[in-house]
């Protein structure tokens, strides 16, 4: 089963593709960040989001989507963020797919056994988790792939 992570963004989307069920370990497919420059319009700024996120998904073919949920954003960057969140969704529907929803804390609770975990710590359960050498950058990949692996946990 592969299991797509978003940690939803404006200026940075991560995205963060696992798969599970052939192996011991969760596997990493692939991760990575969608930009969008602050100097373009935000309406070409969604364009961007929804065409990557898109080509992203027709690509991998994801069973499962996590998303984490807006949480506690800078007031002056909540609804440029909470207006990415509305494509995702949408280019998410578009595919059929339906996200498991996860706040921070519920993913670093997942990960590290503490819904206050600092960022270090998650981004080393998620090394460990899928057995890499190095933590991955930028955070907002990692980020994702934390959701993934949240998403994965919480699987019926």
């Not at 963060?16 to 969760?26: A, F, K, N, S, T």
């Not at 339906?98 to 359960?125: C, H, I, R």
Request: proline share 7%; glycine share 10%.
């Amino acid at each position: 089963m592969r299991i797509l992570g978003i940690d939803p963004g404006i200026a940075t989307l991560g995205f963060g593709l696992i798969e599970v069920g052939q192996h011991p370990m969760p596997q990493l497919l692939e991760v990575g960040v969608i930009t969008t420059p602050s100097k373009d319009l935000l309406g070409d700024r969604l364009m961007t989001i929804h065409r990557d996120l898109h080509s992203l998904i027709q690509q991998w073919q994801p069973e499962k989507v996590g998303l984490e949920q807006l949480f506690f954003y800078r007031m002056g960057n909540l609804i440029p963020v909470a207006q990415a969140r509305g494509v995702i969704l949408l280019v998410l529907a578009q595919a059929g797919l339906v996200p498991m929803e996860f706040s921070p804390p519920q993913v670093k609770q997942s990960l590290t056994g503490y819904g206050n975990a600092d960022k270090a710590a998650v981004q080393g359960a998620v090394q460990r988790e899928l057995g890499l050498s190095r933590a991955i950058k930028p955070d907002d990949a990692s980020d994702a792939l934390a959701i993934a692996l949240t998403c994965w946990r919480f699987q019926p």
